[in-house]
C-alpha cells in the first residue's frame, strides 16, 4: 500500500469555507440522514481525510455537497481530491448551490441524472425561491458563446431509431401534458428518463449519431423542465432547462436550444423576475432570427413581449407582439421542427391575452382570450388557463357577474388538470376579487367555490 500524501485540495476549500472538522463532519452526518444513509463521520474521519485518507463514495459526495452549501458554488469530490471509485457513486444535488452552465455534454448528463435522482426522490426544494436569478447572465453568456457541438467523426448503428423512439415519447407525453398537466406527467417523464433514456446516452460513444441523441434528449428535458415548472418545482425545472441547453448546443440544434431559453423567460417571468425574462427571450432571438421558423420565432417574439407587459412596457409589448403575428404569417419553405406544431394563431391569441391583462387592457383582454379558445379542439389545460385570464378581463372592465361566471365555469372545465400554475392563477384571481369587492356576496361564493381547489391537502405541496 502506497503512503498516503496529505489532501491539500480538501484542506483549501475547507479554510475558503471556514469549516472546522467538527463542522463539516456534523453537516455530512446530517447530508447523509436526509438522503437516507448514515455517517458516522466524526472530526477524527475529518482528520483522516486531510491526511490522504480515501472517504468512501457516497461519502465524498456529501463532503462535497456541505462545502458547496457554505461556499455559494459547487465543488465536486474530484476537486477535493477524492478520486477512488468515483465514477459508481451517485451524485448529490444541493438545493442551494448555484446552478451553472455545464462545461460539455457528459457534464450536462450528469447533471441531468442527479437533478433527475433528486426531483424523484423529493430531495429538490418546490419553492419558487428556489429559482436561481444569479446565473441567468452566465447562462446566456454561456450558451451564446461557449463551446460547440461534439466532433462527428464516428459513426454507430441504432442511434437515429433510438433518438426517433425519444422523440415519439415525448411527443406523447407532451399531448398528455397539455391535457391533464404537468403533475399528471412528471413522475411517467421521470420514470421514462431515468430507465430508458439515461443508459443509451451513457452507452453511445461521441459522433454525429449521437448529436441526434442528443437532441433528443434535449427535447426530453425540455418538457421535463415544464412539467417540473407546471407542478411548481422551481429548482427542477430550471436545472432540467439549463442542462437540456447545453445538450442542445452540443447537438447544434440552435431552434431547440432557442425554445430552453424561452421557457427558462417563461419561468422567470412566472417568479417575478421580468428583466431577466427579457434577456432570456431577446438572447433566444438572437440565435434564431435567421432561421425560416416562423412558428418558432412567433413564439420567441410572444415571451419577450409577455415580460415587457410585465415591465408595464406598453410599446415593447406591443411591438413585440406585432413581430410574432408577421412572424407567423410568413409564407415560405419553413424549418420549424414537429415540436412547435402546437403554436399557432390561437396560441398567438393567448399570450396576447396574458400581455393585455397585465397592461390592464381590459377589452383587448376579453377579445384576444375569446380567440385564444374558440376552436373545440383548445387542450384542457390552455383553456383552463385562458377561460382565468378571461376572468380578469372582465373584472377589470367593471363587470363582475360575467368575471365570476367566467372563473366558475373554468374551475368546473379544469376537471383532473393538475397544474400548480394553474392554481396559481385562481388565487390571483380570487384575491383581485377579494380586493375590489371584499363584502359582496358573491366574492363570498366565489372563495367558498374556489377554497376546494386551493386548498387541496390530498394533493402534494408542490401542486396545490
Known sequence: MGKTV???????AMAEARMSNTGLARRVRTLAEAAGSHSSADHVAVKRWLDGTQPKPETARFIAAGLSEKLGRTVTPAGLGFTAEMVSAPHLVVTGAPVTYPDDAPAATSELAAVA?????????????????????????????????????????????????????????????????????????????????????????RGPQRRDVLSATAELAQLLGWTAYDSGRHAAAQRYLVYGLRLAKDADDVLLGARLLSNLSHQANYLGHFKDAVQLARAAISTSER??????????????????????????????????????????????????????????????AHCFRDLGKSEETRQF????????????????????????????????????????????????????????????????????????????????FTDPLLHDTGRPASER
Open 6 to 12: 496529505p489532501n491539500d485540495a480538501l484542506a483549501r
Open 117 to 205: 435522482d433528486a426531483d424523484a426522490n423529493g430531495a429538490l426544494s418546490p419553492e419558487a425561491g428556489a429559482w436561481d436569478r444569479l446565473a441567468v447572465p452566465s447562462i446566456i453568456t454561456g450558451y451564446l458563446f461557449g463551446g460547440g457541438s461534439e466532433p462527428g467523426s464516428v459513426t454507430e448503428a441504432g442511434a437515429p431509431l433510438d433518438a426517433e423512439a425519444i422523440r415519439l415519447t415525448t411527443a406523447r407525453l407532451m399531448d398528455l401534458d397539455f391535457q391533464l398537466g404537468g403533475g399528471h406527467t412528471r413522475e411517467l417523464l421521470l420514470f421514462y428518463f431515468r430507465s430508458q433514456v439515461l443508459p443509451l446516452l451513457r452507452a453511445l460513444p
Open 291 to 352: 432561421i425560416p421558423a416562423p412558428a418558432t420565432l412567433a413564439l420567441l417574439h410572444a415571451m419577450e413581449a409577455r415580460a415587457l407587459a410585465s415591465l408595464a412596457d406598453e410599446q415593447g409589448a406591443a411591438r413585440a407582439l406585432a413581430r410574432a403575428e408577421a412572424s407567423l404569417q410568413q409564407d415560405g419553405a419553413s424549418h420549424d421542427p414537429a415540436w412547435i406544431s402546437y403554436f399557432d394563431a390561437a396560441e398567438l391569441a393567448g399570450e396576447a
Open 369 to 448: 382570450a375569446g380567440l385564444a379558445v374558440a376552436a373545440p379542439e383548445t387542450p384542457p389545460r390552455t383553456r383552463a388557463f385562458i377561460n382565468m385570464v378571461s376572468a380578469s378581463g372582465a373584472l377589470r372592465g367593471g363587470s363582475l357577474d360575467e368575471a365570476v361566471e367566467i372563473a366558475r365555469q373554468a374551475v368546473e372545465l379544469a376537471g383532473p388538470l393538475q397544474s400548480s400554475r394553474y392554481r396559481r392563477y385562481v388565487a390571483d384571481f380570487v384575491s383581485e376579487v377579494v380586493a375590489a369587492h371584499p363584502r359582496d356576496a358573491r366574492t363570498v361564493e366565489l372563495t367558498v
